[in-house]
């Protein structure tokens, strides 16, 4: 099964690259000068391709740290050395395109490890299906997408995959390393490098929780109530942390992601801010709704796993059952939508994005949508949390504590943030089964065929421009 494991993989990964190799070429036939977010990244790429690193080089409405040009010269300036290349040549457009192609080559190879590390490997079927897994989240259609375009998120994704899965070995060192790197590419990812160090600390937390239980097991009697059980932690968090040798533990283990911290917080202090170049676009607020549209959107994408009849009547006898838990939670977020929504002025004005034509023709068209949501978002959430019950109850606050710090502060609803925190989740919810895994890429399959098909043929141009324009993710 293993060898065969390992036909699979070269199989599914040989392919997928040829076809992006072909995509790539239809983009770079279609897209001869930069595109969107493109006109600020190219340039910038280029001037330190040409050896200009000096700051008055920078372009000041770039906000995002220079890690992809570094890698991206990395990558392509020994080409001149090696294969005579000059350096219009290397440092062109397709060039450094391309360098995000190989960077979702190596996302694959990432996604297939950390499959095999995460999922346990107790069934003869689990080949294919972690096989099938990988494929899936390989061609995730709103990362696939900027796979074919010069944006950060192939890098950003390469080196916080990379990260998580040096963590999850025990190498804390090398994932510190490989955090700041992802940091380089994108501010936020400083709080998946804390994930990283919060996988740490929720496995120490569980083993002590398991053998707290066993302890109290024959000695006391089971607290009663409906918050018993978060009693019971929260007396074991409080418990846990007075203990000098637990706090001496945890630091030995994580005190590379505490330097990584301390330098980030240094970042902060002399930039003022997280934000650099351009922060007008770029202010921080509490959009609480972003969670519920994080929710929606990984329902949509993972409807095979989290939609079901059963789900759904699970959700109803719940709701029946602890209905005024449930009340009180629909109240509370009703409030959040209706003190808490925010609309960026470039979601409001840029007809590119779909996020312009889901705000434009779903929240805009009657006030009342967006109350009326509340329900589905509800129970998008309560499937999200169900699909991670094999999960530690630790793991999972990790996880929900850092999927609120990267999303909630982002004024702006944009799918692109949404891609790691997808990511992340669908690497550890348990292994669907073969059935479920083809329909979840039969339409990731449709949705990449519709989005490339709009993007290169659906052209169009705005009233007092004659560039071309594309709709896109």
Not at 48 to 67: N, R, V
Not at 416 to 445: D, G, H, M
Request: glycine share 4%; aromatic share 20%; charged share 15%.
């Amino acid at each position: 099964m293993a060898q065969l494991e390992g036909y699979y993989f070269s199989a599914a990964l040989s392919c997928t690259f040829l076809v992006s190799c072909l995509l790539f070429s239809a983009f770079s036939r279609a897209l001869r000068e930069p595109y969107m977010d493109e006109i600020f990244h190219l340039p910038q790429a280029q001037r330190y391709c040409e050896g200009h690193f000096s700051l008055s080089q920078w372009d000041p409405m770039i906000t995002t740290l220079p890690g992809l040009y570094l890698v991206s010269v990395g990558v392509v300036k020994p080409a001149i050395w090696i294969f005579g290349w000059s350096e219009h040549v290397v440092c062109s457009i397709g060039m450094l395109r391309f360098v995000n192609l190989l960077f979702s080559v190596g996302n694959f190879y990432l996604l297939y490890l950390l499959f095999r590390k995460v999922q346990p490997r107790n069934k003869a079927a689990s080949s294919i299906q972690r096989v099938l897994s990988t494929l899936t989240l390989a061609v995730f259609p709103t990362l696939y997408f900027f796979n074919f375009l010069y944006y950060t998120e192939a890098g950003s994704m390469f080196f916080t995959l990379f990260a998580y899965l040096m963590c999850l070995y025990g190498n804390h060192k090398t994932s510190a390393f490989l955090g700041f790197c992802g940091f380089m590419f994108r501010q936020t990812n400083i709080i998946w490098a804390v994930f990283c160090a919060g996988n740490v600390i929720a496995q120490k937390l569980t083993e002590a929780w398991k053998t707290e239980l066993q302890k109290k097991e024959d000695r006391l009697p089971p607290i009663k109530g409906p918050f018993a059980t978060f009693r019971k932690i929260l007396q074991f968090l409080l418990a846990y942390s007075m203990s000098f040798k637990n706090l001496n533990v945890l630091f030995r283990l994580t005190w590379p992601y505490i330097l990584l911290g301390f330098l980030f917080c240094a970042f902060v202090v002399v930039n003022g801010g997280i934000v650099i170049g351009d922060r007008s676009s770029h202010e921080a607020c509490l959009h609480f709704p972003q969670l519920f549209y994080f929710f929606s959107f990984t329902l949509f994408f993972s409807f095979p796993h989290l939609l079901s009849p059963g789900k759904i009547k699970t959700f109803l006898s719940l709701v029946w059952k602890r209905r005024i838990l449930f009340f009180v939670v629909t109240l509370v977020s009703v409030f959040l939508v209706w003190k808490f929504t925010y609309a960026h002025k470039y979601l409001l004005a840029d007809n590119r994005h779909y996020t312009f034509y889901v705000w434009k023709r779903v929240f805009q068209r009657y006030e009342i949508v967006k109350y009326l949501l509340v329900p589905a978002y509800i129970f998008a959430g309560w499937s999200i949390a169900d699909s991670l019950k094999s999960k530690s109850v630790f793991w999972n606050l990790m996880f929900f504590i850092c999927l609120f710090i990267v999303i909630v502060p982002q004024k702006l609803l944009e799918f692109r943030y949404f891609i790691l925190p997808y990511v992340i989740y669908r690497l550890n919810i348990p292994l669907p089964p073969t059935s479920r895994l083809v329909c979840e890429l039969s339409c990731y399959a449709i949705v990449n065929f519709i989005t490339f098909y709009l993007f290169l043929n659906k052209t169009f141009q705005w009233p007092n421009s004659q560039d071309i324009q594309r709709f896109m993710w």
